[in-house]
Each structure stands twice: as C-alpha cells, then as structure tokens.
C-alpha cells in the first residue's frame, strides 16, 4: 500500500542523470500542490490506522490461510454479481490447479459467513465441509496423482463482512452514487472471494466477470477483454495474463467514468486507463503527464514496467490512501507522491511479491524509496535533506524496532510507518550509498529479472544475494545489524586540526538497544571552514577508531552525516584542545619503516619549523621547512629508496633541537 527519496553524496558514489526529471515530472507534479512531508507522514500512517481497524481481529479468526499446499493453482475465473448499493456479493469461481502431492482432498479459504452453495467438477457436485475456521474442505471422487492438472468451480453467496469502513470489501456513495470497492491486503481476500489466501501461490492468469446493475460500470485487473448490457444488467469481462497474488486481486463498482491514454516506454506503447467518479474527469486526465514521466523514469532504474503487455491505471475509490492492484492501483487522490508510490509497487509488491509478512519492507519500503528517488529531481538539495532529516527524526523517536517482522499476527505491526515504511526506505538508502549508485541499481535490475523471483515470492536474502553479487562484497554484517537488529547507533567524533591541512579524528558510537553491540557502516564527516568544505567518508568498525585526515585546509566545524545517510541519532562532535604545550613529541609509524613513514608532531610551538632525517653517518636524506599552526602537524616521509640501518628524526625551530626520534629501515 501507500509513500524517500535519495539525495546521493558524490563523494560517496557516483550519481545517475536524475535532474532531467525536474523538467519532466515538474509541471504536472506541481498541479497537486502537495507538500511531500506531509503526504508520506500521512500516506504511511494512514495505511496503518486503516489496517489495524480493518484487520484488527484477522489473527484471532484463524491466521491468514488454511488453503492446502497439496495443489498449485494456474488459474481462477470469477464470475461474479454485485450492486453497490447492497451489501451481497454471489457468483462462482473456477480453479484451474495441478497437484503437487497426490490426494483426494483440497482446501481453499473462504470466510465462514459466505455460503457455498456447492461445489462442481466434470459435471457432478462434489461433497464439502465447512469446519468453522473460514476454509472449505473439497472432497475429491478420487485421488488425483502428483502433477495432474483439473479443475472445479465454487458455487457462493453471501454478505461479506463489515470492515469498519476500511474492509475487504466496502460500501460507500460519491455524489449521491453507490460505489463499492474492495482491498484485500495483507489477509483480506477470503472474505469475498474463495482462493488461496496466503503469500505461497500466485495463479499464472485471472478471468474476472462482474455483473451489475446496469446504472454502473465496473473494474477489475489487466485488459477489458469484453462488455455488454442487457436486461437491465451491466457485465464487464476483465483478463489479467500475468502471475498474481490473490490479494491483489480487485473489484469496483459505481458509475465510473473513463479516460484512456497511451505512453511509450522504451520502444513499447502501452495503454493507459483512469476510472473516476463524475466530476472528477478534468482532475483524472492532468494525472497522465507525471504518471506517463513516472512509468519512464522507474522503468530506467528497475527495468522493463513488469505488465508491459496490458495496462496501467487508476481506480478512484473512498479509502484514504492508495492500494497497489495489480495494474490498476485503487487510489484516493493522485497526488505525485501518492502517484509515485503505487506505481512503484508493481514492481516491488507486485512483480515481485513479499514471501513473508516479514518481510513486507521488500513492497513498502521499496514504495517508500522510490517515492524518494523521483523528488530527488523535483525538490531542491536542500530541501530532499529537510524530507530525509524528517523521515529520520520519526525512526529514531523511540529506541528500538527492526525492518524485519518479529510479530506477524499483528497487522498494525506489519504497516508500522516507523520501521516498516520509513526505516526501510533509509535502509535501502544506505545500501545504495554502500554500494555505490551504479553497482545497487544493477542489483535491483537482477533481482527483478531474476526467473526464481519474477512473478513470483521473495524474501530479504534474495535481494541481499544480488546486491552482494554486483557490489562484489559481503552484506550479512549488514543486514544483521540494520535488517534483524534493532535500534540505531548514536556517533561520538573527537576531532583536532593537526598543522595547516590535517584533522585527527576518533569515531566511536553507542546503541540504542542492546540487540546490536556495534552498527558497521561507512560514515561521512564534514569539515567546514570559512570558505571551504570536504565530507570524508570513515568505514567505521570499531570504537575508538582513529585516524589522520588530509583536507588541505584548517577546518573550523565539523558535521557528522550532512546528508542524512545513516539511521543515526543523538551525533556528537567535541574539539579536542590543540597539543600546542608540554614536551614536544614526534610519533612515527610504522617503525622499522617501510615505502613510507608516518609523522605526527606533538606539542610543537607554532612557528618556523624544520623536520630533517639523517642517517647514521649524519648524512642529511630528507628535510623539510614550513610555518607549523596548531600545536602539531601529520605529514609522510618517503623511505622507499632509504638502504636498511638506522636513521635519526629531528624537529628544530631556529637553532633548539626540540625532540628526536630513532627510526629503524
């Protein structure tokens, strides 16, 4: 369901040609007069109020499915009739299947309060039970073998339950009108439709047939394939040719009216459609320039639009927010973010469908993502900081909390806007800046032709697998502590200017929650003067990592994270004195030298300095003479050419000896 986008660092990785979608997406995205901090707060939160009052009993009624696995469903027809202004829905549905396992027992769930009527096969009726748990439990004339295909029809009527308004399937009126729409995500389709509810079986293809009064026209997935009125009945006929899971599988119904359009991805025409109340028609039809730049846009960075040989569309319906079916997203409004974020379902949520409740950050945090990446080129740089530093702020509100879904009986949990929608999204925005932008898009572009996930299910692993793969490095360290781990790390930089062009620096960092010890990642740091800057990147991997940084300049301040990179809170820096007094010190590293030798001088004077190195002849092989600032200064000697022996280290200023170092080559 519904709405980060990225600011990339160029000093982290390289960037893609995004700006040119300031020009495209600009015009028609402004026409929504949207402040995107406000819609993603409220698209995310939304679904989530929304989801725990519809689904806030759906455990406690018997799980998700009871569906059998001992069958593999290839196809299901709906033959349905519905009135949006009653509260019934009757019709039948055919199950196209193969069996995995030979049995002579199949189960389908369907909720307990629509009646089956019957259930036929090759002619006959069938007998069946209904124990009570929102299944049906078919009896086959005989065992079926191990890869036998068939089918059977399931003969229903009833009123599907109320969802407070928010349910599965849901009456409403606009302008007057009735209108009925359903949502069935995440457990939702056995209550107006018998199928296979859980997230383990897509059908390869849905027939849909809707009859209703002939005041109203109705909308399903994928093409009109056909449509007629007679006696006083209206039936349209919808076919979707593409894998589908059951709970993107969509009905409405009111007196829509309809717009079509055509948009050109890549070489490929493809038909667009847009159902709206009446009234609405002008509003609809602006949609298609930012919809049409969209579609273009995602298709560069994830690949060819996954139902290229069909459609994409929008269904206005009562929900507040927006519902990703499968090619034709059930929307509220069609605001540019909210526009954004369904459409990017279809290829994350869709095409690619999370396997695991889990693991629902796979569909909503990728949504939330790729919400971001296109205001990247719509919004200012500063002003994508300002929307990240927002997302962030509501992650780290509370000090715990994983991507992953400890608690999958809990809906409320399952569209948690904090963890699932928000902290996913800056997941996947530390993975790109990890990896770089054009190593993690290539990953997204496998993952989604991978043929063991297309059309199919995935879990977290499948995504690492192919961001490892073109990153070329190791990512369990990673995702156990950012995916599984909870919490955040709050960073502690130490920091001192060392001579005219040098900062040392000490990184450590504390936890939020005890889940995870150390929170591995490499972390930009920002070093500020009057009239100069440079972000560093340090790959932070232990507490009180030190290191010398070469900036070419003194710095001033110095920010951690400028960007809004990390999942981190509570950052701070402390300036260290500078080692202007006490014994000067020369420190060098390593000793016996190698290529080269390190040099750090402490608690120098500043003034005219001169650092020579002699050998053990007092023969002078190197020297050096400048203006020392800052009580010290960091600087490399090369020794690559020096033959082995002993070697004598002197800072002087005017003619004092102030310390000496015994260097060993």
Not at 11 to 32: N, R
Not at 88 to 101: D, H, L, N, P, R
Not at 298 to 305: A, I, K, L
Not at 459 to 471: A, K, N
């Amino acid at each position: 369901m519904s709405s980060c986008a990225l600011l990339s660092d160029p000093a982290m990785h390289k960037t893609l040609s995004i700006q040119i979608l300031l020009f495209l997406l600009l015009p028609g995205f402004l026409k929504a007069q949207e402040d995107p901090r406000v819609l993603i707060r409220q698209v995310a939160a939304g679904e989530a109020r929304a989801a725990a009052r519809f689904f806030g009993t759906r455990e406690a009624s018997g799980g998700s499915s009871h569906a059998s696995d001992n069958f593999d469903v290839h196809h299901y027809r709906l033959d349905l009739q519905v009135d949006p202004a009653i509260r019934y829905i009757s019709g039948k549905v055919t199950v196209a299947f193969s069996m995995v396992t030979a049995s002579s027992r199949i189960v389908m769930d369907l909720v307990d309060t629509l009646t089956v009527d019957s259930v036929t096969y090759h002619g006959r009726k069938l007998t069946f039970l209904r124990p009570g748990d929102h299944s049906i439990v078919i009896n086959l004339p005989a065992s079926l073998p191990r890869d036998a295909s068939d089918s059977f029809t399931v003969h229903y009527q009833g009123p599907p339950p109320e969802g407070g308004g928010f349910g599965s399937y849901s009456l409403s009126t606009q302008g007057g009108t009735p209108v009925m729409w359903t949502l069935s995500e995440p457990f939702g389709s056995r209550e107006w439709w018998p199928c296979k509810n859980g997230l383990d079986d897509k059908a390869d293809s849905i027939d849909v047939l809707i009859t209703t009064p002939s005041a109203y026209t109705s909308v399903s997935n994928g093409l009109l394939l056909g449509e007629d009125s007679a006696a006083g009945q209206h039936r349209t006929w919808w076919g979707h040719h593409y894998p589908i899971a059951s709970y993107l599988v969509a009905i409405s119904a009111t007196n829509f009216s309809v717009s079509r359009d055509t948009v050109d991805l890549e070489g490929k025409t493809m038909q667009l459609m847009q159902h709206c109340y009446p009234g609405y028609e002008a509003y609809f039809q602006d949609a298609f320039p930012y919809t049409k730049n969209a579609l273009r846009a995602y298709t560069r960075y994830y690949g060819e639009y996954p139902f290229i040989k069909e459609r994409y569309g929008h269904t206005q319906f009562g929900w507040g927010g927006g519902m990703e079916h499968q090619t034709n997203s059930f929307m509220y409004n069609l605001s540019g973010g909210l526009v954004f974020h369904e459409m990017a379902h279809q290829w994350f949520g869709d095409k690619i469908t999370c396997g695991s409740w889990s693991h629902i950050w796979l569909n909503e945090g990728f949504a939330t993502f790729s919400t971001y990446l296109l205001y990247e080129g719509i919004y200012s740089p500063e002003f994508n900081i300002t929307l990240r530093k927002e997302l962030l702020d509501a992650v780290i509100a509370e000090p715990a909390g994983s991507v992953y879904v400890t608690d999958t009986s809990s809906v409320d949990r399952i569209f948690d806007h904090r963890l699932t929608y928000f902290k996913g999204c800056l997941l996947l925005r530390m993975l790109r800046g990890k990896l770089g932008d054009d190593a993690f898009f290539r990953a997204l572009k496998a993952y989604q032709r991978d043929p063991a996930l297309a059309y199919r299910y995935a879990l977290t692993p499948d995504l690492q697998r192919h961001l490892e793969q073109e990153g070329g490095m190791p990512l369990d360290e990673f995702f156990r502590d950012w995916f599984y781990g909870q919490g955040y790390p709050s960073y502690q930089l130490k920091w001192r200017p060392v001579g005219g062009r040098w900062a040392f620096v000490e990184l450590s960092q504390t936890t939020s929650d005890p889940s995870v010890g150390f929170f591995e990642m490499p972390v930009p740091v920002k070093f500020m003067s009057g009239t100069q800057s440079k972000t560093v990147v340090i790959d932070h991997h232990r507490n009180r990592q030190q290191a010398y940084l070469d900036l070419g300049f003194t710095p001033d301040s110095v920010v951690i994270d400028p960007e809004v990179w990390l999942i981190s809170g509570k950052n701070t820096v402390e300036r260290l004195p500078n080692d202007g007094t006490g014994t000067p010190e020369i420190k060098a590293f390593p000793n016996p030298a190698g290529a080269q030798l390190q040099v750090w001088l402490r608690r120098i004077p500043d003034g005219h300095t001169s650092l020579t190195l002699h050998d053990a002849l007092g023969r002078l092989v190197w020297s050096r003479e400048w203006e020392l600032v800052n009580g010290g200064d960091y600087m490399v000697v090369p020794t690559d050419r020096l033959a082995r022996g002993a070697y004598w280290l002197t800072v002087r200023q005017g003619h004092a000896s102030l310390a000496v170092k015994k260097i060993l080559k």
